[in-house]
Every structure is written in C-alpha cells, then in structure tokens.
C-alpha cells in the first residue's frame, strides 16, 4: 500500500513538474510577481519574526522579491540548508556568500546563525485543495516541521506554487504534514479559511 502511494506521489509531481516547466518564461515571471503581491497582502509579519524562504531552482517560483519585502517589514530571513542529511533554517543576510548544497540549491555558509522560523514560505511539486503537499520525494520539509513540532513551535505553513500545479488529489502518508494555506497566482488556492498567513495564533 505504502509503494502504491508513493508510486502515485511520483507520477503527479512528474506530471506537474511537467506543467510548470511548459510555462513561458514571461508567464512564470508575471506569476511570480503576482504570487508576491498575494503573499504580502496577507502576511501578519512582525519584526524580528523568523520567515524561511526558498532559492528558486530549475522552473520553481522565484519568491526573492517577496523575501525582500518581508525583510523590509523587519522579518528576520532564513532559508533551507542540508545539515548531516536534515534541513535547517540558515540566516539570510543581503549580499552574504552562498554555498553549493546539492541538488541546484545553495544556502549560506555554515557560519550563518540558525533559525526556527514562525512562518515558513514551502517549495512543492504539487497541491491540492485541502493543503495536502507533494514535495520533492525527499522528505525534507516533513521533518524539518516535525522537529519544529516537538520544540512546542507551531510555524504557519503556507505553500508557494504556480496554478498549474493543482491536483485534484493528494494521497497523504502518516508522515505527511497538510499545509495551512497554498498561494498562487491567482490568489488563496487551498488550505486554511483564514485570510492571515502569518504566525498562528
């Protein structure tokens, strides 16, 4: 049962890793923005708030302008790194040197201070309306949040992904964490009712 779900998981996250390849560059940067503009509408951001960003890889949405918006609010930035085969939240500092993590991702150096973000801004393959997460087959993201999970934190999870990567169905493991909202280009796409994608309550 357990390979017939991830059997499935792989084919969607082909299928829309496939769609949001096809994307036009000038559709994917024009969604991008507009992915911005619907974050910072509803982010509850405080200063001095952790908020974990993501480096766009490959075909992926580039959210930097959005990072750099939140920074301007005072959130303090982080973003993933691979530490000894899990996933930590690195500051993020303009202009600082990054490294090579593998997999076309970088992060900075190890000199960087960690994190544990109150809201975290997650990559995916693929979503659907409930906030269920296909990610990239690693399992990441699921630990990183389990962890954060038992230090008593709560971060508010909120998936970033283009409009074609919706599908109608998530098969979702034990493991397997549903995010609160998901953000698309055309706004508010899956998850929570609430209008806030800030820190939880």
């Known amino acids: 049962m ?4 991830r059997d499935l998981k792989a084919e969607l996250r082909r299928a829309a890793l496939a769609r949001r390849d096809a994307m036009a ?21 405080t200063p001095g708030m952790a908020v974990s960003g993501f480096l766009p890889i490959r ?16 959130a303090l930035l982080c973003v993933p790194a691979i530490v000894e085969g899990r996933l930590v939240f690195r500051q993020l500092v303009r202009g600082a040197p990054l490294e090579p993590q593998g997999f076309g991702t970088y992060a900075p150096g190890a000199d960087a201070a960690i994190f544990d973000p109150e809201l975290m801004l997650v990559p995916l393959a693929a979503f659907d309306r ?24 709560d971060p508010r999870l909120v998936g970033i992904a283009f409009a074609v990567q919706e599908v109608e169905h998530v098969p979702m493991e034990q493991h397997d ?16 009712a609430t209008p806030s994608v800030g820190a939880a309550n």
Do not use: C, N, Q, W
């Open 2 to 5: 357990r390979d017939d779900i």
């Open 177 to 192: 964490i549903f995010l609160d909202v998901v953000v698309t280009e055309a706004g508010v796409a899956a998850g929570a």
């Open 59 to 74: 075909s992926e949405i580039d959210i930097r302008p959005l990072m750099m918006t939140l920074a301007d609010r005072g």
């Open 130 to 153: 409930r906030g269920g997460r296909v990610g990239y087959g690693r399992g990441y993201y699921d630990g990183a949040i389990a962890s954060l999970r038992e230090k008593g934190m």
């Open 25 to 45: 560059t000038e559709a994917r940067i024009e969604a991008s923005l507009a992915i911005a503009d619907h974050v910072a509408a509803l982010a509850d951001v």
